[in-house]
């Protein structure tokens, strides 16, 4: 089993919609949880960070968290042709300063 | 600030050369990381330091494969000899102390082995 698991995807939604990003992963003791965007050719940026259970929100997007069913997400509203691009999840692994990477999900957002 | 500075962008070499990646994080920041990407794998974590000292190197897939900090502005990752499989990009990141601190990227070297 892999230790960040994501829907290779791609998602394909409709301009305006909102788009629904899922991650899973393995360590029970993970504390924090990172959405990275990546655009194609370009270098991952970090979008989001959550460590408690529950939504965080910030301006369109809104990461969820379920340690319990070891499960986060990312939510984008009105998603824009912009917002196409690889969302990487990461994941806090090792006790420590170590981030895993899941292989990311190809978001589509079309006219 | 610059952001994160990696040389060179682009490196095309024949098998069993010798590469050097280079790396300069953000002035401040106490957290130094290589990665490799590629389709099949992903972002994988090969190496990383705190305060110019190697933390964990449990991702560097083999002896081939060296990391250096001699100092806090500047980090090599070096593979010799080089393989066809060793074709990816690299990306250094750096951040400050906290794990929630923004752990910022370079633009990447796209290395490429003949």
């Known amino acids: 089993q892999k230790e960040v698991e994501q829907n290779s995807g791609p998602l394909s939604v409709p301009e305006g919609a909102i788009a629904s990003l899922n991650c899973t992963y393995s360590?029970?003791?993970?504390?924090?949880f990172f959405w990275y965007r990546q655009y194609s050719g370009k270098s991952p940026e970090l979008i989001m960070f959550i460590y408690s259970n529950g939504d965080k929100e910030d301006g369109r997007f809104t990461a969820q968290l379920n340690k319990a069913s070891q499960y986060v997400s990312l939510l984008i509203r009105d998603s824009q042709p912009s917002d196409s691009a690889t969302y990487l999840c990461a994941v806090e692994t090792g006790g420590g300063n170590k981030l895993t990477f899941g292989t990311g999900t190809q978001l589509k957002v079309e006219l | 600030d610059a952001g994160v500075i990696q040389s060179p962008r682009h490196e095309v070499t024949e098998m069993g050369q010798e590469v050097t990646l280079r790396c300069k994080p953000i002035s401040g920041h106490d957290y130094l990381f290589w990665y490799r990407q590629t389709m099949m794998r992903g972002l994988e974590l090969l190496i990383y330091f705190n305060n110019n000292v190697p933390i964990d190197d449990s991702g560097m897939p083999e002896d081939r494969f060296s990391a250096k900090m001699p100092n806090a502005s500047f980090s090599t990752l070096k593979i010799q000899p080089s393989e066809p499989r060793d074709s990816a990009v690299y990306f250094c990141?750096?951040?400050?102390?906290?794990?929630?601190?923004?752990?910022?990227f370079g633009p990447g070297t796209r290395l490429t082995v003949l």
């Open positions: 360590d029970r003791g993970s504390q924090s």
């Open positions: 990141a750096s951040r400050g102390l906290a794990l929630t601190d923004t752990q910022y």
